[in-house]
């Protein structure tokens, strides 16, 4: 099967467009006619994901987050992305990203954050022209909680030991926002959309000093988007007959707690 059938699956539901003017979502290595016979999904690559391929013989590795974001001037091996772009181009393996793209749909990154807290009422938070996509997502709790339960929800629902959390809003939550990711951005919609707390990654240290009835919780950028592995094998899945994708042994936080 040729590796752009592959990414036309999933840009059907995620199309490459919707993707910020930053990112680097698409093929960044390896061309869309080439012939692949399996793929290997990861949030990032990797050179343990890369090498998991290699020994496999897989042919394509799909990520959420682009091998490539800034301009490589030269291509020496005098870096880790330098030596993965040469590692990849010897053993003749594609390397494709949805990542912005897949993050400004309404079943997407965000969407599935509200999706494991059983939010309801779930619309795309920052709209785009047309509000049918957009970045993070904004919802309500089917009745209101107090931070201790929406802390422990949280922490239940995104396998979690400990969250960063801005000082505790008085009174019941009942509508957050969420952004898979960096999302600190979004600050000023989610308390326009009413919500009195952002879920979300990323967030600097200024951030939480927060507008009095609002809050902001980080519970990790790898945390936030690693479901989004889940959701783009199950849709690759649902099309391909005979075709092996799997969720790579080696997809791992590249930050480590201790």
Not at 35 to 40: C, D, I, P, Y
């Amino acid at each position: 099967m040729k590796a752009g059938d592959i990414a036309a699956i999933i840009e059907e539901l995620a199309p490459g467009h919707l993707q910020e003017s930053w990112d680097n979502s698409g093929f960044t290595i390896g061309a869309p006619h080439k012939e692949v016979n399996s793929a290997l999904l990861a949030l990032d690559c990797t050179p343990e994901v890369l090498q998991e391929a290699v020994e496999k013989g897989i042919g394509m590795i799909i990520t959420h987050h682009p091998l490539i974001f800034s301009p490589l001037k030269r291509i020496v091996g005098a870096s880790v992305v330098e030596r993965m772009v040469e590692t990849a181009i010897k053993n003749d393996i594609v390397i494709y990203s949805a990542h912005t793209n897949a993050d400004k749909i309404l079943p997407g990154v965000s969407g599935l954050m509200a999706s494991r807290l059983g939010l309801v009422n779930v619309e795309i938070l920052d709209k785009e022209d047309g509000g049918e996509t957009g970045l993070g997502v904004v919802g309500d709790f089917e009745s209101a909680f107090s931070f201790p339960e929406v802390l422990e929800l949280v922490k239940s629902r995104f396998s979690l030991s400990l969250v960063r959390c801005s000082k505790p809003a008085d009174g019941k939550i009942s509508r957050v926002a969420l952004c898979g990711g960096s999302g600190s951005s979004l600050i000023p919609a989610a308390i326009k959309s009413g919500a009195q707390l952002l879920i979300t990654g990323d967030i600097s240290y200024h951030r939480f000093l927060c507008e009095k009835g609002f809050m902001v919780m980080d519970i990790g950028h790898f945390e936030s988007e690693t479901e989004v592995l889940d959701f783009l094998k199950d849709v690759l899945l649902k099309k391909l007959v005979n075709f092996e994708v799997r969720i790579s042994d080696n997809n791992n936080n590249l930050i480590y707690y201790y």
